[in-house]
């Protein structure tokens, strides 16, 4: 079996300060590991991949996340908020040996940016 | 072509009536994928194609839901007779190939209200 638990559901940064947004992930074998963002009535867009290459993945507008296998872990961070962060973000598996677009995604947590 | 098309954005329903969705991807993408998303969850894969053909199908596509894309193109979901367990952002993504080296290329959904 492969999931993603995404630690919180909600989080609540001021602008200019760092985001961290927590996932890990259980499997029998190291998976594929993903970052989307949702936000409001656009498409779910690719942040960044981890597939068995540098465990430090850098992504799209500044974000980045460590896989640790140890941990079995796969947060997204990023320096410093922008108001446009605003918006859902999505921890995604794909299970080895599935299409690489049957994705299990986490439940999302909400990113909120006050100023 | 500016992306994958969903149709329409917003559909309201009554119980017991059916419903269709179509989805246009990026040309020339072979592969195409649905999802769905309920309210405070994450998008759960429900099907995929490559070219026409139906490789995959989630449990959770019941026999009440079809889908098709007939000429390796479009691609339409169909609800028969739906329930209120229906209402959900329905999302089609699609991809060039079968490759972890694509990135999926989400549309923005269909979202199904069902009174």
């Known amino acids: 079996a492969q999931s993603v638990t995404q630690l919180d559901s909600h989080v609540s940064v001021s602008e200019g300060t760092p985001v961290l947004l927590r996932c890990n992930y259980s499997s029998s074998y190291s998976p594929s590991l993903f970052w989307y963002v949702q936000h409001p009535n656009k498409g779910l867009q690719l942040l960044l991949k981890?597939?068995?290459?540098?465990?430090l993945v850098k992504g799209i507008n500044g974000f980045e996340a460590e896989f640790k296998k140890s941990e079995t872990s796969f947060h997204l961070t990023k320096p410093s908020a922008h108001m446009s962060d605003a918006a859902e973000y999505f921890c995604?598996?794909?299970?080895?040996?599935?299409?690489?677009?049957?994705?299990?995604f986490g439940a999302g947590t909400q990113v909120v940016v006050t100023p | 072509d500016t992306g994958v098309s969903q149709d329409p954005r917003h559909k309201i329903t009554k119980r017991g009536q059916n419903v269709t969705f179509r989805c246009d991807p990026i040309s020339e993408h072979n592969r195409l994928y649905w999802y769905r998303q309920t309210l405070g969850q994450g998008p759960e894969f429900l099907t995929y194609?490559?070219?026409?053909?139906?490789?995959?199908k989630s449990r959770l596509l019941s026999d009440r839901f079809s889908a098709e894309r007939p000429k390796g193109s479009f691609s339409t979901l169909e609800i028969q007779r739906t329930e209120q367990g229906d209402s959900a952002m329905y999302l089609c993504a699609s991809s060039p190939t079968d490759s972890g080296a694509n990135v999926l290329t989400f549309g923005a959904g269909s979202r199904l209200t069902v009174l």
């Open positions: 194609f490559q070219n026409e053909a139906q490789l995959e």
């Open positions: 995604v598996v794909r299970r080895a040996g599935d299409s690489w677009g049957k994705l299990q």
């Open positions: 981890y597939t068995s290459a540098a465990t």
